[in-house]
């Protein structure tokens, strides 16, 4: 039984990305050859001890996190109940707790340092759009020509990660950036930004992701910046200069609320006005 590609099947059959689909099959080429190296057993046999000692293989030979390892416990999951069609019990490989950090959020004075003084109008426009609309790097790369709607003052997000449509701000000053970019590189009517070498494609994420890199070496900056930071810093700034969350929620195409609270933490205190109630009692200091 070739168990790899019905695996793929089943998760295409759930009509997932093709990135999805191959970030779902990470771990699970890695099992099947453990498997057959290491136990020398088909999946149907394996136990729950010989699973965990997989996982504990895995992570000792790869120095995975754990975040890494639920991801691997999730597709192990899948396997189990849509190829094996057996149960699977929780208990018996339990998802891992993992520590949470908060992402890299790039001050307002920072943003405009970024795009400012980047010179190339391409990735000029593509990062402004990231920040000016809350985009991701890859709604960015698949937008099209008739997406950007002048009349409106809005872009038209198709095939989200959320597998929804929705529309984002257009500003004023990213569509200046977009249009002296469109009239600066041929005009494109079909992908908005597309592939040099196959114009009936989209660009690479890649080359957004190269060309950060390269302006924070040019600006002399540590590297923190990713595509995703702009997008962060949409949310953040936009609650710091007060807007509700259900709107940014909107705003960014996320599907619960959840994904939103993030930026009540990543907000500046100072610009929500918020201050300590230790400062609110009298007198001029605590000797």
Avoid at 71 to 84: D, E, M
Avoid at 135 to 142: A, I, K, M, T, Y
Wanted: glycine fraction near 4%; hydrophobic fraction near 35%; charged fraction near 25%.
């Amino acid at each position: 039984m070739d168990y790899f590609n019905i695996y793929r099947e089943m998760i295409s059959l759930r009509g997932l990305t093709d990135h999805t689909l191959t970030s779902y099959s990470t771990y699970i080429r890695s099992y099947l050859d453990y498997l057959h190296s290491v136990l020398h057993k088909l999946p149907e046999e394996v136990s729950w001890d010989e699973l965990r000692d997989f996982i504990r293989w895995l992570q000792k030979n790869r120095s995975l996190s754990d975040r890494t390892i639920n991801a691997c416990i999730s597709q192990l999951r899948f396997f189990t109940i849509y190829v094996l069609h057996k149960p699977w019990d929780p208990t018996q490989l339990p998802i891992r707790k993992f520590d949470s950090y908060l992402p890299f959020v790039p001050t307002k004075k920072e943003v405009h340092t970024f795009i400012s003084t980047l010179s190339d109008p391409k990735p000029k426009a593509m990062v402004a759009l990231m920040y000016s609309a809350g985009l991701r790097v890859s709604e960015v790369c698949n937008l099209r020509y008739c997406d950007i709607e002048r009349k409106t003052m809005r872009i038209h997000v198709a095939r989200s990660k959320s597998r929804s449509d929705r529309y984002a701000i257009l500003s004023q000053k990213a569509l200046d950036l977009l249009t002296r970019y469109w009239f600066a590189c041929g005009r494109p009517c079909g992908w908005l930004f597309p592939k040099q070498t196959d114009p009936s494609r989209p660009i690479d994420t890649f080359y957004v992701t190269r060309h950060l890199r390269a302006h924070e070496e040019f600006l002399g900056w540590e590297h923190r910046f990713t595509c995703h930071s702009f997008r962060h810093a949409f949310g953040t700034h936009l609650y710091e200069n007060g807007a509700d969350l259900l709107t940014i929620k909107n705003l960014m195409g996320h599907k619960s609320l959840k994904s939103t609270l993030i930026y009540i933490h990543l907000a500046s205190f100072q610009d929500r006005h918020v201050s300590s109630p230790f400062d609110w009692t009298g007198g001029d200091s605590v000797e």
